[in-house]
Each structure stands twice: as C-alpha cells, then as structure tokens.
T-cell receptor, first 113, second 112 residues
C-alpha cells in the first residue's frame, strides 16, 4: 500500500545551519506530495506541495523537489531560525479512489540560538 | 488561522463514556476529514465526508462514527472509550478534490 518514510528525529541544529529532512514514498500511482509543519500546541499547517515530477514546492525559505526517479521529496532550508522549531510531516495524496493523506511519522526539529 | 474550527479544545472523560467532537470547515469547502494523532500510531486517517455523504474510510474503529450535516459541519462520535483512545483528533477540510487539506487546531482527548 501507499506509505511515506521520513528520517527519524529529533534533529537539533544551530541557527543559520542548513536543514535537510529526508522523505521517500511508495505509491501505486503518481501522488501529490506535501510537507506540513506542526508548531508546539497547534494543528498542522501546509508548508509546501508539489503535484508532479520535477515540480519544486517552496515557501518561507523551505523547498522540496518531487523526484520520481528516487521517489523522494526531501525538505531543505538554507538557513534555519529558532522560529522554525517544530515537527515536520511529509505526506502524499494518491488521488483517484484514494481520498486520504498518508503521513510520515514526523521529524522534530529544534533550532538553538 | 486555517479557517477550520474545532470544539472543544480539550476533553477529559472516563473509560466507557461517549463524547462528540465538532468541526466546522473553511467557508466553501465541501469535504471534511478526521484524523487521529497519537504517539504510537502517528497521524492516522479516520474518515472523510463530502457534502453530507461518507466518501472514504480509514482506520476508524467500529466504536467511532461520524456525520456531516447540511450546513457542512461535522461531528465525530467516540463511544465506549478506552484509555488507548486518548489522542489528538484533527479535522481538515478541502474543496472537492481533497488534495490540499487545511487542518483545524485539534481536540485533545484524555480518557482516564
């Protein structure tokens, strides 16, 4: 079945460091891919998305590229801030008869000043 | 603010009891989704409604049920509660396609 695997956390970085959170997916078709962010005590917020191969989603300095050949959608940011501390979830939406989002387990990011 | 509202924010109840969680979707969204977030299971899709009708089912227990009303708000009913039902319950909404979902702030349920 469809699944999403993302790197285990927690990830701890210093401010202005480079961030990569790996995400790979398995799907029977060609899913849309998403990154959601959950700040402490809050719900999930859509961070960025990509709907087809080679698309790049970007928002707030974060970006991720849909790589069909490696079935990956890794999240990157060039210079993290303390305010980026949160849990990040990679997700896929299969479309067709599969009307649900399938999430990875989440990666906790802590950025220290 | 996603535009999706959920009530209550917190709920504490006892085993064997029944509770109802409420969700109001974003204006114009016809689809409502329910998710459960727990430490051991992560984020699990429970059920989806579209314009009042059930459209997809995920890992929803038989003790749980949901419905979507004509004004498009939705309720998730959890009965015969067990300790393991303690979790965060999220509602999300989307336009017809469902691809991009907007999440509410969640209801934190604690079963004692």
């Amino acid at each position: 079945g469809d699944s999403v695997t993302q790197m285990e956390g927690p990830v701890t970085l210093s401010e202005e460091a480079f961030l990569t959170i790996n995400c790979t997916y398995t799907a029977t078709g060609y899913p849309s891919l998403f990154w959601y962010v959950q700040y402490p005590g809050e719900g999930l917020q859509l961070l960025l998305k990509a709907t087809k191969a080679d698309d790049k989603g970007s928002n707030k300095g974060f970006e991720a590229t849909y790589r069909k050949e490696t079935t990956s959608f890794h999240l990157e940011k060039g210079s993290v801030q303390v305010s980026d501390s949160a849990v990040y979830f990679c997700a896929q939406w299969g479309g067709g008869s599969n009307y649900k989002l399938t999430f990875g387990k989440g990666t906790l990011l802590t950025v220290n000043p | 603010d996603s535009g999706v509202t959920q009530t209550p924010k917190h709920l504490i109840t006892a085993t064997g009891q029944r509770v109802t969680l409420r969700c109001s979707p974003r204006s114009g969204d016809l689809s409502v989704y329910w998710y459960q977030q727990s430490l051991d299971q992560g984020l699990q899709f429970l059920i989806q409604y579209y314009n009042g009708e059930e459209r997809a089912k995920g890992n929803i227990l038989e003790r749980f049920s949901a419905q979507q009303f004509p004004d498009l708000h939705s309720e998730l009913n959890l009965s015969s509660l067990e300790l393991g039902d303690s979790a965060l319950y999220f509602c999300a909404s989307s336009v017809v396609g469902g691809e991009t979902q907007y999440f509410g702030p969640g209801t934190r349920l604690l079963v004692l």
